[in-house]
């Protein structure tokens, strides 16, 4: 089974200031991970995906995330951080084999201040 | 092209109802999946469908059920509703079983 920790429930970040929204997951079979933004009353919407290759992922709105096996990390980044980014932010993970059903973590609040 | 959608937008049930949920998948798509988000938590899998066989169930009890249709589309039933079925409803659509799932906007069900 799979499982997914995200460390930070909360994290405010002031306009233009980088930010880094923290991840981990355990699993016994190998996995493809994901970062996914959730506005208010709205589905998901992907950012960013690791399958394979390069372990710097590059992702939609200007994130990027680096997957760590090691660490068995997949931390999301952004250098400057705006308004429109204050979103729930969901990190997941789906086994290679077998059903594509995502394991989700709890959530990160992005609150962007002004 | 169409993305996912789903209906209703907003529910409300009484404790021990039975509730109709439904997804159109996006064009092309033959694989469903439904998710049960709680209030302030992650989505939860629910089971998934490919060419109308259910492909995987998550930890959900049989009162949930579904179907899928010729035309990939889906519906979610849940029977003998309880207060804690109250969550937001998610759909995913993928090309395939390992494509990227595109979600659609969800149904609120509350249930009282």
């Known amino acids: 089974a799979q499982s997914v920790t995200q460390l930070d429930s909360q994290v405010p970040v002031f306009e233009e200031a980088p930010v880094e929204l923290r991840c981990n997951y355990s699993?016994?079979?190998?996995?493809?991970l994901f970062w996914y933004v959730q506005y208010p009353n709205q589905g998901l919407q992907l950012l960013l995906k690791?399958?394979?290759?390069?372990?710097l992922v590059k992702g939609i709105n200007g994130f990027e995330a680096e997957f760590n096996k090691s660490q068995t990390s997949f931390h999301l980044r952004k250098p400057s951080v705006h308004i429109s980014d204050t979103a729930e932010y969901f990190c997941a993970v789906s086994a290679l084999t077998g059903a594509n059903n995502l394991f989700f973590g709890t959530g990160t609040r992005l609150t962007v201040i002004p | 092209e169409t993305g996912v959608t789903q209906s209703p937008t907003h529910l409300i049930k009484t404790r021990g109802q039975q509730v109709t949920l439904r997804c159109s998948s996006q064009s092309g798509h033959n694989t469903v999946s439904w998710y049960q988000q709680a209030l302030g938590q992650g989505p939860q899998f629910i089971f998934q469908?490919?060419?109308?066989?259910?492909?995987g169930r998550g930890n959900f009890p049989p009162r949930f059920s579904g179907l899928q249709f010729p035309n990939y589309s889906s519906e979610l039933n849940v029977n003998a509703l309880e207060l804690d079925d109250s969550a937001l409803y998610l759909c995913?659509?993928?090309?395939?079983?390992?494509?990227?799932?595109?979600f659609g906007p969800g149904t609120r069900l509350t249930v009282l």
């Open positions: 995913a659509s993928s090309q395939d079983i390992h494509n990227e799932q595109f």
């Open positions: 469908y490919y060419r109308e066989e259910e492909n």
């Open positions: 690791y399958l394979s290759g390069s372990t």
């Open positions: 699993s016994s079979v190998s996995v493809y």
